[in-house]
Nanobody, 116 residues
Framework: VQLVESGGGLVQPGGSLRLSCAAS????????MSWHRQGPGKERELVAQ????????HYADSVKGRFTISRDNAKNTVYLQMNSLKPEDTAVYYC??????????WGQGTQVTISS
């Protein structure tokens, strides 16, 4: 099982980034996918979650209206489009695969830094 995040980097406030998480080694389309983040000195928190078919989506209040989660089951990839980025969005972003009666799998994380 492997989850590989990409797309992180340094961007100015107000900018955008698109994170990708490529999955392999399990049946991607049967797993709920989510993005989490852990900022400096903070606990890891859920950012966004998407159901297996993409019809049920949940966002943390702090990112609603700015972030969009999506998935492509044909490509075994989940995305996080992040717009209007703020310094408080600075964190390591992780993708996770999980679901009812399923093991949780985590990626290694990608650093997102928002700074002028």
């Amino acid at each position: 099982v492997q989850l590989v995040e990409s797309g992180g980097g340094l961007v100015q406030p107000g900018g955008s980034l698109r994170l990708s998480c490529a999955a392999s080694g399990f049946t991607f389309s049967t797993y709920v996918m989510s993005w989490h983040r852990q900022g400096p000195g903070k606990e890891r928190e859920l950012v966004a979650q998407i159901s297996t078919t993409g019809d049920i989506i949940h966002y943390a209040d702090s990112v609603k209206g700015r972030f969009t989660i999506s998935r492509d089951n044909a490509k075994n990839t989940v995305y996080l489009q992040m717009n209007s980025l703020k310094p408080e969005d600075t964190a390591v972003y992780y993708c996770k695969a999980g679901g009812v009666l399923k093991n949780d799998y985590w990626g290694q994380g990608t650093q997102v830094t928002i700074s002028s």
